[in-house]
């Protein structure tokens, strides 16, 4: 091993020379087409498109080698267990420099083909026929261009060709990291704080949203009195601010809570909510925008206008829950029968889950939230009736996606800090949504945080609060979001602040997440597995789960087990038992035969889960689970059904989990596997 | 040749592509002014852009289900062992039956947001701006568009919807399946069959080329003389018909062989064949566009401009070939460190892999052909480099990637035989294009057969001749390169007939590929693993490795093997071993610690393989090949670069193939993973 590390630095120049040489290629190989006299017009035109073709290349190839580069240097981080920075940060910083190169660095200049032509016409149509003697030429809608900014058009040819458009992100980068999260959402650690994560992403988001919005709006009428403001802000501005800037993206802190394996309840809490949030601040701010009073008063209060917005709110958020649901559903049934192809199923699996994300934006829905579903329901139900393989190939595609779409996304908000051409940096505006965000954070978490305590016998400490309040970081979807508008005045200060919030938390709060969880002492290096046993020593905590898992919840809980899991999926008991005996006939016919063979296996599994974890049962202080329950429950699948259900539930729960480990050939657990196929299992114990 | 490239490379953005028919305007135009007067104006903009990108989710879906439907297709076919249609086959049945939907089926009504306007100018610039009562309105030019298509514009809306920039094929789709190709080639069999294949692939592709370039230009002035022809059709139009259609891709065939487990030197004959072919025939078409007399004899022939093409295609091939090479070879370099960390090997392994694609098409090379070679480069060094779950990885994304993009190209060419606008069927022309095709064919197999048996000792019997000759179906590569020009009367007429090409090849060839193989009599059943002891029977035939495998590939092999391999991976000898001893020091710290662990590992892998087939070595007639040689061989690495070479490096090819068995914890190896996965080996069994 240490050889073999010395080696690696012995090589280190010469890889980097070969990697630094790359991009001097291109320049050299950029060959100027020999000059020809016959100006034929069409070979000058394909000339020129062939260059801008090329030019095309290049630039997305510095995309590329961003990216490799920022891999490369993961790498090394990892390697000498620098856990500082984290990728995402380090992708922002590569962003920057290379933002800065293209900004100051190189000339460009300018493109003498690129001559713009002015025509008074009345109207601007999606398509435009333009006449150059007796040839027409077919034009599109780009979009709307200030009238100040018409002679920067030719000027920064350059910047804008490294600039996308803002939708790339919303259609193509953020689809993937979204199913991602979805998909390998812990189950049974997400279930188990299921009310509270509920609570805070949707409770928490409005909550932290008004507050902003309240803040900046006090702000924004402060800078107006000092004469600070450039241009309307609106008291909607100020309300979409708020929400875009509440979606959090704790990335960094949780591949840190990760690899240092940190309390799992602190890591499903954080977790849930960031990614619930996301799905909750799409729609608020896609609601705000739809807030528009009509008539004169077109920024001031109305109710109606404000019913509308919040009946948009429930009908988009639903409707994309939904769809989510529906396409995720209907996989599970086509890859019921699938099982034998592996290809086959990793192919349909990814084009279903894609056509969700379509099929919502085709319904006017929003895309990224029905996706979020569509991955949980993907990972309950699709995932247990694909082959071990495919389990394994799913979950390393997206896997690969998420984590090419994360780092493309951060470094290109450290490009666009300067190749974007409209920034307005207000220190006023940025102090008080500093504030404002501090504050808004803290007005979700605190008092939710009380109140929940009063229900939740698993309380949440402070500690775990001051580190939820900490986690609180803002990253690709808040982006996504306030890119996605950058035409007014508001909306071009609203995107810088954005940028510099985003740059902050993951830097500072990134940063000092372990500083962070030791000044917090929160227990660190537990093994989510046996977190069971552990919570043993701290006495009656365990409980909680009956107690949070309310009825409404175990009701559901009692219909997917006995009912939807058998439908769908290969797993859970055969519907003969769970089922009245008078639809025997319906029911045999809906078992899949695997589910009577699985019964046999379920009840080993479950028995050899109870004589592991013994001495969980201690736990279930006031009912008596222990090999009697078990027994109760491996006679007929009756017990499924019965009344000792809340401890049925979180074994099941927690077999859900085991089970991923019994398939596959390799342990595949939904989160688990996400990071630490970074870490070989032997650099952990060193840990 | 109007200039219709410009239409077709100026949306080069690759990002853009992706997004194909989202739209691109949604974003700048939802801007809300503070206007009151304009403030409705916006939200009717608005609508209609938000209208447009249902509408173009909606059109995105439709192709998302064909996929969908056909996988599903597929997988009852497979189910019932139904081999007569393969999936391409059915993708474009899906495809046709669509096509014609949107044809017939569905009456648009006519876009009224979208009226054209006339506007004089007296250029055709890349954007332009349009000044409508003030506001400024950015638009880009997609392309020229013919006189009498004005009108047709607004009334096909929807059938211009579902047609794809045709540089989408050629940028996004093209890649991943040559790029597959490349990394799934057997090079054991590949290998061993080099001579011929690349005798097929450049010799025979040029001959086919001309041969029908000539065929279908006497058929063109016949038709000029009946009075069928309705537009210029010049000489370099029927080569680069030639040429495009010399691009075989007998994937229906191979994935039929591949099942049937058809004779290893077949498949390596036809496979290696159709993966160069593509290469040398894009190549070429490209440097017959560029032929170009000067002058007003503009369609002449002239020997400068002759020389000229065939410097470019030199020069555009060898570069290709360089650029592929070298991007594989710095991947293998950086994967060599890399080994700890599984996601950041297959990321960085996509993100290089990509890179050879843009920087080729950033230098005025080839993007697909570099590809290629990139992918035989990752192949033969990376590849063993990687972790085996990266190995398993990269297989499956790339597998994945193929088989969508495969399927997707054929279900758009169903689709577009409908949907597209400017079809010139000409009955003559298709005749003789199907005769020109056959007779092409038959002059690249027949005469090259009979030359290259003249010099191989296992002779490519007449069976396998006429199953070659059956064969060369037409595919993906022909497809994209018809497509990616459609401005002339000529190029119409090509696209038209290709289309007809490749539907009758795939539908009647490839349904007619167990028939006729029964009706050769090739025999079936051929373990690729144990192929050496089947062939025992056959006598000498085996020794045709020594034989084909001439002295400049014998000289490269032993500078791969001896040196290559030991610097850029993990495996191969050490080279303090095969470096002069005066090398010492510089071998040492060039060589990985695993390479000397290895050494012992090899002894055993290699010993082992010998026990095992001890009979292979009975297949080596003239020299005694036996325990005594892979003593030699063991006894220090020297025999690596003695005198025994040539069996040593079959057994060294075959051994690349076990290697990836013993690696990997399923079997791995290049092709046979492709599409086994489809069957089960009990399926197998049973056949």
Redesign the interface.
Known sequence: EV??RK??R??AT??LL??VS?PV??SV???S?PQ?D?AM???V??K???E??????????IF??L??LT??T??LF??RRFRFLHETGLAMIYGLIVGVILRYGIHVPRDV???????????????????????????????????NE?ND?QDNEMLR?VT?????FF??LLPPIIFHAGYSLKRRHFFRNMGSILAYAFLGTVISCFIIGLLMYGCVTLMKQVGQLGG?FFFTDCLFFGAIVSATDPVTVLAIFNELQVDVDLYALLFGESVLNDAVAVVLSSSIVAY?PEG?N?HTFEVMALLKSFGIFLGVFSGSFALGVATGIVTAL?SF??R?????E???F???S??TF??A????FT?VVAVLFCGITQAHYTYNNLSP?SQ??TK??F??LN??AENFIFSYMGLTLFTFQNHVFNPMFIVGAFVALFIGRAANIYPLSFLLNLGRRNKIRSNFQHMMMFAGLRGAMTFALSI??T??YARQMMFSTTLLVVFFTVWICGGGTTQMLSCQRIRVGVDSDQDNSISVGEGSERRSTKQESAWLFRIWYNFDHNYLKPILTHSGPPLTATLPPCCGPLARFLTSPQAFENECQLKDDDSDLILRDGDISLTYGDITVSTDASGAHTSGGLAFAGASTSDDLDRELAYGDHELVMRG??LVLPMDDSEP??T?PH?RMRM
Chains 1, 2 share one sequence.
């Open positions: 050889g073999m080696y690696h012995k090589y010469l890889w070969v990697l790359l290629c291109i190989c950029r060959a087409s020809e016959s017009e069409n070979i035109t394909e020129k498109a062939e801008s073709h090329r030019q095309d290349s290049a630039d997305l190839l590329i080698l990216l490799t891999i490369l993961i790498w990892k390697h083909s690129n001559i713009t032509l002015n025509c008074q016409v009345n109207a601007s149509p999606a398509t435009l026929l333009v006449n150059v003697s007796g040839k027409f030429y077919e034009y599109t809608l780009k979009g709307e261009i200030n009238a018409v058009v060709k996308f458009d803002p939708e790339v259609n193509i309307d528009q004169d077109s086509i029968f699938l034998d192809f592996q290809l086959l990793t192919a349909l990814f084009l279903m894609w056509s379509l099929l934006e085709a319904c006017g895309g393989e394994d190939r390393q595609l896997e690969l984590f090419l996605r508008d035409a007014t050939t390799r196929s970074f070989e650099h």
